[in-house]
Structures are given as structure tokens and as C-alpha cells.
């Protein structure tokens, strides 16, 4: 075994300027594209061992490769793996993780041995099989976090089931809620996308593997054997879909788009509300940042990151989309930097997760300049109508225009909701409508509490406290099924795992 500061690059050579092609790889070519992509796709090294092993461990079985040379490859297999991806330097001329490793293994047992090994496989084959494992493992770790992510909005909807402050429509005051009720509307859009990744996981957790380049083989492979040594669900029936399409990567891409869209928009909130004009809230101290000039500054830089990511995230989507449209033959390679690209952007959404966990389990609220922001702008205003309406037997829209003139007059007047008589109310009436109508003032005094009006709407998913304290009980159920629906989905990876190793163990202890 080669000791820990040297590196091993393999020699063996597989065909390309050996068979079809003479001469060598242009420099530009193997320095501006083979070399950064193989660097790109170093992740893929503990999933193509795997894949490999697999691969070995079927084509024994199926009496395709025999026992001696299976023996031989997967003891080779093995050491190549006990290298580790950072003592191996790649060979950029053979275009990825799969052939360098192939290389290696011919190195190590010779081309009669070693050249077994893509026995019924491709390119293709040999990258989205390991592509779609890692993947997998990815997403799941993105899942980890949308939960924790829940579980730190859950908390904070439930510390704020009371805090009053307005809604807001066009930047405008519209009508009043809680923080918490806030909270539970980014709960739900979180819970959406969590089944979305559920849903693509299914998708993506489908085996593509032994079908060559997209016609498959004439090798009697099971490829039912590989699927469940890799811990697939299922298999990608027809050959050619499996080697060309796109699509179920793509759906993953674009749930995390959305996912991410659904971060920013809490983001934009949260940017809007700590304006020192606004003031509602403040990030914690290590989520922001001071300028470097401005000395008074406490800038809600936290925040930046899940935006960012947000973009970047659209930005892949839109480049896989993009790439998913072309049936041209360059699928392996192309398909190998559009992978890079997404396995990279995982990594971002990963981390701004982390990012806005932490600042929900960290912000701090100003309830009394919130509560008394609901107070001064009429926010009030539905629920005066909704009064008019049950009390004074006008219709909805004549009650909305004798609000409307209602609240103009104060607003000229200088007065705010707590100045608001009910011979105002009567004026506006007159003014609007032509006509006198009868309201209590202590129908009044109700209606402009702010907190009444939350209190009253009592419906399914309204803003009254009971009601959103019941969803929280609800939405925390739910991302405890969700919870262990992950755990399961981990165990039988794991099961698999084990399973493949036995397999393995079987053929070369055999000998």
C-alpha cells in the first residue's frame, strides 16, 4: 500500500489512442476539460467502488465471470478503496473516476482480469448508476436538514402564538396576525417541499444499471441483482430511457429550486423587518455584520447566504434544463459537468439550510414595536367591515366603501384607530352612502382590538391562537412521520450496504 504522501496514477491504458484513434489527447482538451472535470467528479469514488463491487458480485453469480478472476478483482477492488480518493492521482486522459479506477485495477491483476470488469457496461452505465447513489445520499441529508429547519420554525410559531403584528400586502399594511400564525404559512410551504424531495426521491432511488450504452447487453446480467445490492427501490425499465433521459434529476432540481425559493422568501421578510425603520426584529449577533465604515450599522448579513443560494440554485436548474433537452450522443461527458454542477449546488443548499435554522433559533423579536405598528395604520380595517356587515345590515361592499372614507378622514385628521368614534363611523356612512346607520360603541371599541380580530378568526388554518397552537401540534406530527420516513429510507441503504459486503466476503473467502 502506498504511504500516505505518495500518490498512485495509473499506467494501464484502455483503448482510445491504442485502438480507434491514433496519436494523443490535445493539450487544450485534457487541461480545459478532462482535468477539471475529473476533479469535479472525485465525490463519485466511494459510490463507482460500490457499483463495481456489485457489478463483480452479479456477473459471478450469473456464471459470466468466474470465481477465481471475481476473487482476484475484488480483492484489488478492495486496496484500491483502502487508498482512498486523495492518495489516487487521476489520469485526466481517461475522462473520470470509473476509468481511472479500471486502470488501476488492470494495474493491479492484469488486462485478463481486469478487463472483465465493464462486461455489459458503458460510460453512461458506469457514471449515473454511481451518479444517482450519491445523489440519493445527498438529498437525504438535505431532508435531515428541511426537518430541522421545521423543527426551529415549529418552536418559534409556538414562542409567538400571541405577538401581534401586521400582514402585509404590497408592502402595505393589510390585517392583523400573529408571528406565529406568520411562522406556520413558511411551516406549510416547507412541508410541500419536503413531499416534494419524498416524491423525487422515489424516482431517483430507481436503478439504471447493465444496460450498456442504452440497447443493454447480450451477457445474461441480472440487473435485478445490482438494483438490490445497491439498495435501489426499483429498475428503469427501457435500456435507451435509462442511458438518455434527464428527467427525474431534473425533477429533483426543480423541487429544490422551489425549496430554496420558499427560504428567500422568508429571507425577504426578515430583511424588510429588521430595517432600523421597521425594527420588528433583529438578527442575533452572529448572524450579522457591521460596515466597515458605518460604525452604528448592524447589517442582517445572515441572511444573504439562503437568498444567494436561492439564485445559484435557479441558475442550475435552468442549466440542466437546458442540457436535459439535448439527444445528442455527448450525454456521458456533458452529463458529468451537469452533475458536478448539481451535486455542488446540493452542497450550497445544504449549508444555507444550517444557515436559516440557526437564524430561526436566534432572532430576536420587538413585540411592543410590532403591536403598535398594528395600532396605527388601520390594519383593522376588514374586520370593521366584517362588523358593518353582521351589525348594521350593509352589504360587504358598502361597508368597505364606508371604511374606506372612514379611515381617509382620519388619516387626514391626523387621528389613528384609538381616536375613531362611532359618530365618526356614522359621517363616513352618511358621506359614503347617503344614509344613517346604527353601531354600538362597544361593537366599536372590539372591532378596532387589533387582538380581537385575530382571536375571532376561528376557522381551519384561521389566526386565532387556539386554532394555530392545534396546527403546530399538527405540522409537529407530521415532521415526526417525515422523520422516520428518512430513518427508513437510511436503514435500508445501510441494509444494502451490508448485504453487497456479505456478497463480497462470500466470493473471496471462498478461496
Not at 171 to 199: K, N, V
Request: glycine share 6%; aromatic share 8%.
Amino acid at each position: 500500500m502506498a504511504k500516505p504522501s505518495e500518490k498512485v496514477r495509473p499506467t494501464a491504458r484502455l483503448g482510445a489512442h491504442e485502438g480507434r484513434l491514433k496519436g494523443d489527447y490535445a493539450r487544450e482538451q485534457v487541461e480545459y476539460f478532462y482535468a477539471p472535470l475529473v476533479e469535479k467528479m472525485k465525490y463519485l469514488f466511494h459510490p463507482v467502488m460500490k457499483y463495481n463491487k456489485a457489478h463483480v458480485v452479479m456477473l459471478t453469480e450469473r456464471e459470466i465471470v468466474d470465481s477465481e478472476r471475481a476473487r482476484k478483482i475484488l480483492t484489488a477492488l478492495a486496496e484500491i478503496e483502502d487508498l482512498g480518493v486523495e492518495s489516487i492521482d487521476f489520469d485526466p486522459k481517461l475522462q473520470g473516476i470509473y476509468p481511472n479506477i479500471e486502470a488501476l485495477l488492470i494495474d493491479k491483476v492484469g488486462y485478463n482480469v481486469g478487463g472483465m470488469l465493464y462486461i455489459g457496461r458503458t460510460r453512461g452505465d458506469a457514471q449515473k448508476v454511481p451518479e444517482r447513489m450519491a445523489h440519493r445520499e445527498a438529498l437525504l441529508d438535505i431532508m435531515d436538514e428541511v426537518i430541522a429547519l421545521r423543527r426551529a420554525a415549529l418552536n418559534l410559531a409556538a414562542e409567538h402564538v400571541d405577538t401581534i403584528m401586521p400582514s402585509y400586502t404590497h408592502l402595505q399594511h393589510a390585517q392583523p396576525m400573529t408571528f406565529g400564525f406568520y411562522m406556520l404559512s413558511f411551516i406549510d410551504a416547507m412541508e410541500s417541499d419536503f413531499e416534494r424531495l419524498m416524491d423525487g426521491y422515489k424516482r431517483v432511488n430507481m436503478s439504471s444499471a447493465e444496460i450498456g450504452a442504452g440497447m443493454t447487453t447480450s451477457f445474461p446480467v441480472s440487473r435485478e441483482r445490482v438494483a438490490e445490492l445497491l439498495g435501489y427501490e426499483g429498475i428503469i425499465e427501457n435500456g435507451l430511457y435509462c442511458h438518455r433521459s434527464l428527467d427525474r434529476e431534473l425533477e429533483i432540481l426543480a423541487a429544490l429550486s422551489i425549496l430554496t425559493v420558499d427560504v428567500y422568501r422568508l429571507c425577504e421578510d426578515f430583511h424588510v423587518w429588521c430595517a432600523s425603520d421597521i425594527n420588528f426584529m433583529e438578527l442575533d449577533d452572529e448572524f450579522s455584520a457591521t460596515s466597515f465604515m458605518m460604525a452604528q450599522k448592524k447589517n442582517p448579513v445572515g441572511l444573504a447566504l439562503p437568498e444567494l443560494v436561492a439564485i445559484t440554485t435557479h441558475q442550475t436548474f435552468n442549466t440542466f434544463h437546458d442540457f436535459s433537452k439535448r439527444n445528442t450522443s455527448e450525454v456521458s461527458l456533458k452529463g458529468s459537468q451537469s452533475y458536478a454542477f448539481r451535486h455542488e449546488a446540493m452542497k450550497d443548499i445544504l449549508g444555507a439550510l444550517k444557515s436559516m435554522k440557526g437564524i430561526l433559533s436566534t432572532v430576536i423579536l420587538h413585540k411592543e414595536v410590532m403591536q403598535q405598528s398594528v395600532g396605527r395604520l388601520f390594519s383593522q380595517g376588514t374586520d370593521l367591515t366584517d362588523a358593518l356587515v353582521r351589525e348594521s345590515g350593509l352589504s360587504f361592499r358598502e361597508g368597505h366603501r364606508v371604511v374606506g372614507v372612514l379611515v381617509r378622514t382620519a388619516l387626514d385628521q391626523g387621528k389613528n384607530p384609538n381616536h375613531v368614534t362611532t359618530d365618526m363611523l356614522k359621517q363616513a356612512a352618511t358621506d359614503a352612502l347617503g344614509k344613517a346607520i346604527e353601531f354600538k360603541e362597544e361593537s366599536l371599541k372590539k372591532v378596532l382590538d387589533p387582538m380581537e380580530g385575530i382571536r375571532a378568526k376561528k376557522i381551519f388554518g384561521g389566526t386565532a391562537p387556539e386554532i394555530v397552537k392545534e396546527a403546530i401540534e399538527r405540522k409537529n406530527r407530521t415532521v415526526d412521520e417525515h422523520e422516520r420516513w428518512i430513518q427508513a429510507k437510511r436503514e435500508a441503504l445501510a441494509a444494502a450496504d451490508q448485504k453487497l459486503a456479505r456478497a463480497c466476503e462470500a466470493i473471496v473467502g471462498a478461496a
